[in-house]
């Protein structure tokens, strides 16, 4: 399977009472442009036995998602980074109801579960697989801004966070649906496990 594809990146809040797990004011984060999945490297665990190798153990010990969207939507990042807003009151600005976005010592990142379609090739035809970070914890982006030249350069932001096991049973932290035949059914499939509502997007 080849991969071509990236869309519909949803976050959605992260709680749970044991091992019973909800995700609540789930929506989209922006349009997609790029994302990678890196995990971290672990020591291998090893049983030798007869003078080699018998068993081994393949056991994950955490992992950064990197995001890149056309751009970030203000409500999705207040929710995602814990970042408080507050009206601009100055006078003399000409502009709508004008708000700071603050990070400040009153800033909580909560836990997020996370989806996005991937687009894939496979046997010449087209499909659409979910891919479910059940449990995320997005870090502060780094911002670059450069001065407008002679051809537009554009700047697209990226976030990370870091990938955690769930609480669930079994304690995922990866999932991939089946390919889909629809772009709307591996939507579906993500905005159904992070109970994501049409009034809630």
């Known amino acids: 399977m080849a991969k071509i594809g990236l869309s519909k990146p949803y976050a959605a809040r992260y709680g749970n009472n044991g091992s019973t797990v909800t995700y609540t004011g789930g929506a989209l984060m922006g349009k997609a442009v790029q994302m990678s999945i890196e995990l971290d490297s672990a020591d291998d665990n090893i049983l030798y036995a007869d003078n080699g190798p018998a068993e081994s153990e393949n056991t994950f010990s955490g992992g950064t998602m990197k995001l890149t969207t056309d751009d970030l939507m203000p409500d999705v990042m207040l929710d995602v980074l814990g970042v408080t807003e507050k009206a601009?009151?100055?006078s003399g600005i000409q502009t709508?109801?004008?708000k700071w976005f603050v990070w400040d010592d009153n800033q909580e990142t909560p836990y997020m579960g996370y989806g996005a379609i991937a687009m894939i090739q496979k046997g010449q035809k087209v499909k659409y697989q979910a891919v479910i970070l059940p449990k995320i914890k997005f870090t502060n982006p780094n911002d670059t801004f450069n001065t407008k030249g002679e051809k537009i350069e554009w700047g697209t932001p990226e976030i990370s966070a870091n990938i955690l096991r769930s609480d669930a049973e079994g304690h995922p932290w990866k999932m991939i649906s089946s390919?889909?035949?629809?772009?709307?059914?591996a939507e579906a499939a993500i905005k159904n496990y992070l109970n994501i509502t049409a009034a809630g997007e």
């Open 88 to 90: 601009i009151a100055e």
């Open 96 to 98: 709508t109801d004008p």
């Open 179 to 185: 390919p889909m035949d629809s772009e709307a059914d």
